[in-house]
């Protein structure tokens, strides 16, 4: 699987041990930033790799901040993008599978690397669910982005 990898300061630490990971289950790595540990601002790794997912360039994100909250807000903004905070097995399961998401955030203050790595192996092994429910749902989610569909 493609990839694509970003995070901030506060997802440095973090970062080695998810790239190690990801490499040795033989996933395709692309690392948009930054370079080094110095402080950085998160929306900037957060569209990067969000952009590089919406063109095709990579399946999925991941992103790495203090907690993912950051990360995971700025990533939604980029149109096309469902971008889920995971801090357990269960909810990068169910961001992949039911929602559709393409995009994992973790934090990198709040999770440690033997369950940063669980919660990866989750989410990348995790198929989109082609029920109809969920497909229904991701498509309502989609329609809100773009305005045309309305809460009643």
Known sequence: MRVAFGCDHGGWLLRAEVLDFLTSAGHEITDLGPPDDAASDYPDSAERVA?????????????????????????????????????????????????????????????????????????????VDADERHARRRHKIAAIETSSYGCS
Request: proline fraction near 1%; include cysteine; glycine fraction near 14%.
């Open 51 to 127: 952009r590089s997912v919406t063109a095709g360039e990579a399946e999925v994100g991941v992103l790495v901040c203090g907690t993912g909250i950051g990360m995971s807000i700025a990533a939604n903004k980029v149109a096309g993008v469902r971008a889920a905070v995971a801090g357990d097995c269960y909810s990068a399961r169910m961001a992949r599978a039911h929602n559709g998401a393409q995009i994992i955030c973790l934090g990198g203050r709040v999770v440690g690397p033997e369950l940063a790595r669980a919660i990866l192996a989750a989410f990348v092994e995790a198929e």
